[in-house]
């Protein structure tokens, strides 16, 4: 690894380094990434977040095939 890697791995918190050694360490120091119960609640409103980009895109795609550019769908975009 150069250092210009490491030092981007350092500044930004790092991410997933295949070659270190030892368990994984999650925040606060756990070796798993969830402890307890999920909340559910964090995994609806991230589907619903990419649902509603889904269908803002999909209605600009169908804006863009039938050619219809200054339509709502197409505009918003």
Avoid: C, H
């Avoid at 150069?2 to 756990?30: C, E, H, M, Q, W």
């Avoid at 991230?46 to 219809?68: E, I, M, P, T």
Wanted: charged letters at 20%.
């Amino acid at each position: 690894m150069d250092i210009a890697t490491y030092l981007a791995a350092a500044r930004g918190g790092g991410g997933f380094n295949p070659y270190t050694a030892g368990n994984k360490v999650y925040g606060s120091g756990r070796s798993m990434p969830t402890m307890g119960a999920v909340d559910p609640l964090g995994y609806k409103e991230r589907d619903a977040l990419a649902a509603a980009k889904r269908n803002a895109l999909l209605k600009r795609l169908q804006a863009s095939q039938s050619q219809n550019y200054f339509s709502p769908q197409w505009l918003r975009g």
